[in-house]
């Protein structure tokens, strides 16, 4: 009987794993190395998750424009930045990314960079003040999204080459769950007092995330990736152009793409949220709130999640849908109903909290579904593609839902919810991603 390392005997616990036959659509020599690489991109996505946490656009950051004295309307630009700046570029970045036969490098790369302009952030909010000092930090976070695009395009086709099929759900949801313990304590430790925090504390805030960046990044990069296919690595330009065609041609993809399209409501709905409650107290314990509920809601959901989605991603889609839409459409009915209805400021972090478990649902149900759709290339392709399209979709729907804000951020929260429940009935049209198959034409 072979002899298991530690870390083999972990995963195996961990993964449930009883025997080779979960190792089918790997090679022999990247079976060997699934132990070690599962823990050390949990490990890595560990650091990001954290490091995202503590510079949120829609908590910390929306937080710290208005803090540096800035005006408030730039808190409008945060989310759509952060989200369409690292999925627009995605269709060049994935012809690009074809080329090389390992791809972990691009993630590494797109680590540090991310981590060198969360540094930027901390060093702008220490030295400015004021307009200048948002404009930087909005600047900077072009660069940060730009640069996660890169770690995007890249995370799915390195985990879809050492992580089987059957266990990269719970990978996902065990590292979202240890990030979210890890912000749950900080968040408990930092925003304990009533008083509004200096521009030192969001420094270090800002310092401690960057440095998150780059200590995934050196984890990453001790990864054992084995060579890929590299076809279709011709102008990436070109090759983007050629990509979109899967939309026409490849109706699961498709369809696929439809339903995330109208699931960005569980992303949207947070910042008016946020807004809402902004608007009953503006103090620090109720941005801590925030931060909590952020942190706690990746604690106790996201590996369930995950498990739930080795076993179907698609019915967590529709789950995580499902629950995002109830959540807007209640929070929206509540005040649009009853607008003079006195309800506690603390009534909207619960509510993020229950939206930030539908959204991680979503998006844990979502990734897992896309990487299991297809494999090698056709992956790559599948994930710049709707990446790119997504991240245009999200600024018309931003602009959209801000425009719709106008009447009343209810009436926003209205129509996000509205969206969710298309979402979720589109989801539930979706053939299940282990029995996706996916057309291999030009």
């Known amino acids: 009987m072979k002899h298991l390392t530690a870390t083999e005997r972990l995963y195996a616990l961990v993964a449930n794993e009883e025997d080779a036959r979960v190792c089918t659509d790997l090679s022999d020599a990247a079976c060997r190395e699934v132990p070690g690489n599962f823990f050390r991109i949990i490990i890595a996505s560990m650091f990001t998750k954290i490091g995202d946490l503590l510079i949120n656009p829609k908590t910390v950051l929306a937080w710290l424009i208005v803090a540096v004295g800035a005006p408030q309307a730039l808190v409008g630009v945060l989310v759509p930045i952060r989200e369409s700046g690292s999925l627009i570029p995605q269709l060049v970045?994935?012809?690009?990314?074809?080329?090389?036969?390992?791809?972990?490098?691009?993630?590494?790369?797109?680590?540090?960079?991310?981590?060198?302009?969360?540094?930027?952030?901390?060093?702008?909010?220490?030295?400015?003040?004021?307009?200048?000092?948002?404009?930087?930090?909005?600047?900077?976070?072009?660069?940060?999204?730009?640069?996660?695009?890169?770690?995007?395009?890249?995370?799915?086709?390195?985990?879809?080459?050492?992580?089987?099929?059957?266990?990269?759900?719970?990978?996902?949801?065990?590292?979202?769950?240890?990030?979210?313990?890890?912000?749950?304590?900080?968040?408990?430790?930092?925003?304990?007092?009533?008083?509004?925090?200096?521009?030192?504390?969001?420094?270090?805030?800002?310092?401690?995330?960057?440095?998150?960046w780059f200590v995934a990044a050196a984890v990453f990069a001790g990864l054992d990736e084995f060579e890929g296919e590299t076809a279709g690595g011709g102008n990436a330009l070109r090759e983007a152009v050629s990509s979109l065609g899967l939309l026409a041609r490849d109706a699961p993809f498709r369809n696929f793409v439809i339903a995330r399209a109208f699931l960005l409501a569980s992303a949207l709905g947070s910042p008016f949220v946020v807004v809402l409650a902004q608007q009953r107290g503006e103090s620090a314990v109720l941005l801590g709130g925030f931060v909590v509920a952020s942190g706690l809601a990746s604690a106790v959901s996201a590996s369930v999640w995950g498990f739930m989605a080795d076993a179907s991603s698609r019915q967590v889609m529709i789950l995580g849908g499902g629950l995002a839409a109830v959540v807007c459409l209640f929070v929206a009915g509540l005040t649009l109903l009853n607008p003079s209805w006195h309800v506690s400021a603390w009534f909207y972090p619960g509510a993020f909290f229950v939206l930030a478990i539908a959204h991680s649902g979503v998006r844990i149900g979502r990734k897992t579904y896309l990487v299991d759709m297809a494999e090698g290339n056709r992956r790559t392709d599948y994930t710049a593609v709707s990446n790119s399209v997504i991240g245009v979709l999200l600024l018309v729907t931003g602009g959209l839902s801000a425009g719709v804000a106008i009447l009343g951020t209810s009436w926003a929260l209205l129509l996000l919810g509205a969206m969710g429940l298309v979402g979720t009935a589109w989801s539930w049209r979706l053939p299940e991603g282990s029995h996706t198959t996916a057309p291999h034409g030009s």
């Open 93 to 212: 970045i994935g012809a690009w990314v074809r080329r090389h036969p390992v791809r972990k490098w691009f993630w590494v790369m797109g680590a540090i960079l991310q981590g060198l302009a969360v540094l930027g952030m901390a060093l702008a909010v220490w030295l400015l003040e004021g307009l200048p000092a948002a404009l930087t930090v909005i600047g900077l976070l072009v660069v940060f999204s730009v640069s996660r695009g890169f770690c995007s395009v890249a995370m799915k086709d390195v985990q879809g080459k050492t992580v089987p099929k059957s266990r990269r759900g719970r990978l996902a949801g065990l590292a979202s769950t240890l990030s979210g313990v890890v912000a749950l304590i900080v968040g408990l430790l930092l925003f304990e007092g009533g008083a509004d925090p200096s521009m030192r504390f969001y420094s270090f805030l800002l310092l401690a995330a960057g440095l998150c």
